[in-house]
């Protein structure tokens, strides 16, 4: 139970400096992972309609209405999870291969490129595991903000 706080509330804190981060420069962290990560089948809206949506067997949510869907709240635990690949998504591959490859998987050696800005987030200890975590929450801030009312 305790482990369980403090992993949320670590999570809460990363998001209040990711939203921070987000408002106080033109450069959106978390549009930016979503663009690269997310908008070629969801579209850069979030509503579904990226470039490869057409040729997808099962078209991509509408992003953009996930609280509406939710009574009104938006999911975060829900979405957190399925960037993060515990709660499984058929359409996003296996955990070992999620439709965006390793960019959200906190293996030892991350295979590409990560932002500096990242790393220093990341704080003394460089943690890929807390790198992944600051992304996947960019995504989750991002998608909250974009939400329809």
């Known amino acids: 139970m305790i482990t369980s706080c403090l992993k949320w509330l670590m999570i809460a804190g990363l998001t209040a400096e ?3 981060a987000a408002q106080a420069g033109d450069f959106d962290i978390g549009k930016s992972e979503f663009e690269s990560s997310c908008a070629s089948c969801h579209g850069t ?3 579904g309609k ?3 949506s057409e ?3 099962v078209p991509p949510s509408d992003l953009t209405m996930l609280a509406k869907n939710n009574n009104g709240v938006f999911p975060t635990d829900a979405v957190y999870e399925t960037i993060y690949g515990s709660k499984t998504i058929p359409a996003h591959g296996t955990r070992e291969m999620p439709i965006w490859g390793d960019r959200f998987n906190p293996i030892i050696n991350l295979p590409h490129y990560v ?3 990242y ?3 990341a704080g003394p200890e460089q943690s890929p595991e807390v790198v992944v975590r600051t992304r996947i929450l960019a995504v989750v801030d991002y998608l909250s903000r974009i939400q329809q009312k």
Do not use: R, T, Y
Request: aromatic share 6%; glycine share 16%.
């Open 18 to 20: 990711i939203a921070g």
């Open 45 to 47: 809206d979030g509503k």
């Open 50 to 52: 990226g470039p490869v």
């Open 115 to 117: 932002d500096p800005s």
């Open 55 to 57: 040729q997808l067997k």
């Open 119 to 121: 790393w220093k987030m």
